[in-house]
């Protein structure tokens, strides 16, 4: 962005949200507006929210949680209507921290958002690696260990009702279908948990349903819904073709570990239940637990291929602050440069170095994305698993490639260690 861009030059506010991984990028882009323009510059999102000491040092104020209520509240402060004490704020006033503490959640959260208001990004939908995407509900029931998600947005699930969120589909499908061709067309329902309302998730699929929208989903999942066969029907029904399955590990030691709610029997039942139902399963995978041992790529390539799972993301262990498995870990962080919080190893793990399982995480991918396996999905695939893994394929050696960039650094501070 330069300094002549009429959106730096034309603006009194700039919200900027930020995750782990686009933290450092974000801190750059709150730096360079906040030195070359006059507006005030506001980081927000759930990296700045849960670490606004560090944030705050790049912009004028941090907005906390999810802003739904709370950026209207600032609008109405900035412009001198009220004073900027409101629960949900965190700046800097005379060289000391000013935190007003975290807001309560919003009950309702129905504002279709209008997605022309985000820069160019009608343009960047004509991309097929962008999807339309729509989130219906908020919270998490669960307790992981390493889950930001529930520290953001609380144990309690709220909803939208089913009514809105398929308006909202109807204008995120027009938004990404207008003026552009799409061969890969799919929309994603990004709710982290849902599922977790169950009599609710029922009534959303069948709406969708009742509907007539004609077009492909996928939503993310637990194992559990593999064992519901009327809602595995419904999602079938709705137009739904995968399950983004938050699998997380493979041995049933680091399930209890990090408190997660599973057994490796159950995921693996459940995953013959959802195929027996017509849909496919993409696994979530974390590698770097403390349970786990030099091979554990190669066993997470043969449970992938043992059990069809059509496609994977692999993460080594992620740590945000706030989290317990953060605190627990802190100590044992190699670093805290936060753009390479995106699948690299960042911390020391207990039974092997950081280099080792930086290689088994490049022998998972490798393995589960091979020459020989990409072959088979060419020739056995239906015809959109067949584009998508072959564009995962080569992502995926993308992603080896950004790894291996990790290892020199990975070797030496590993070597460090034994020495």
């Not at 503490?101 to 690696?129: C, W």
């Not at 999942?221 to 399955?245: H, I, Q, T």
Request: net charge neutral; glycine share 6%; hydrophobic share 40%.
């Amino acid at each position: 962005m330069g300094v002549s861009d009429p959106i730096g030059e034309a603006a009194d506010v700039i919200f900027i949200g930020i995750f782990t991984f686009a933290a450092v990028r974000g801190y750059q882009i709150a730096d360079f507006l906040k030195k070359r323009t006059k507006a005030v510059i506001v980081l927000g999102g759930l990296h700045a929210s849960m670490n606004y000491r560090e944030a705050v040092r790049h912009c004028d104020y941090v907005l906390l949680g999810e802003g739904d209520e709370t950026i209207l509240l600032f609008l109405q402060a900035l412009k001198g209507e009220i004073p900027m004490d409101f629960a949900g704020l965190a700046y800097q006033k005379e060289g000391k921290l000013v935190c007003t503490g975290y807001p309560s959640p919003p009950e309702t959260f129905e504002t279709i958002a209008d997605r022309n208001l985000v820069y160019r990004y009608q343009k960047m939908a004509g991309h097929n690696t962008i999807w339309p995407q729509v989130h219906a509900s908020r919270g998490c029931p669960h307790n992981c260990d390493y889950c930001a998600v529930v520290r953001h947005f609380g144990h309690r699930v709220r909803t939208r009702t089913p009514e809105n969120v398929v308006e909202d589909i109807r204008r995120s499908i027009a938004f990404f279908d207008k003026g552009h061709f799409r061969p890969l067309k799919d929309l994603w329902i990004t709710d982290d948990n849902f599922f977790a309302d169950r009599e609710w998730a029922i009534s959303v699929l069948n709406a969708i349903i009742d509907s007539k929208i004609h077009y492909r989903f996928n939503v993310q999942a637990r194992y559990e819904v593999g064992f519901d066969d009327e809602m595995l029907s419904l999602l079938k029904r709705a137009g739904f073709f995968e399950l983004d399955m938050g699998i997380e590990f493979i041995d049933d030691r680091s399930f209890q570990t990090y408190h997660k709610k599973s057994t490796t029997q159950e995921i693996e039942e459940a995953i013959r239940n959802i195929r027996r139902h017509g849909l496919s399963v993409r696994g979530l995978f974390i590698l770097g637990s403390d349970d786990q041992k030099k091979g554990v790529g190669d066993q997470l390539a043969d449970f992938v291929i043992r059990n069809h799972i059509q496609g994977v993301l692999i993460q080594s262990m992620y740590f945000v602050s706030g989290t317990p498995v953060y605190e627990t870990h802190k100590n044992r962080l190699l670093h805290h440069n936060w753009s390479l919080y995106n699948g690299n190893v960042v911390h020391w793990p207990k039974q092997m170095t950081p280099y080792e399982l930086q290689l088994e995480h490049i022998r998972a991918s490798r393995k589960i994305y091979s020459w020989k396996r990409l072959l088979q999905a060419l020739l056995f695939e239906d015809p959109f698993h067949k584009l998508l893994f072959a564009g995962e394929f080569f992502w995926h050696m993308s992603i080896r490639a950004d790894l291996k960039k990790q290892l020199p650094y990975l070797r030496k501070r590993s070597e460090e260690s034994v020495r």
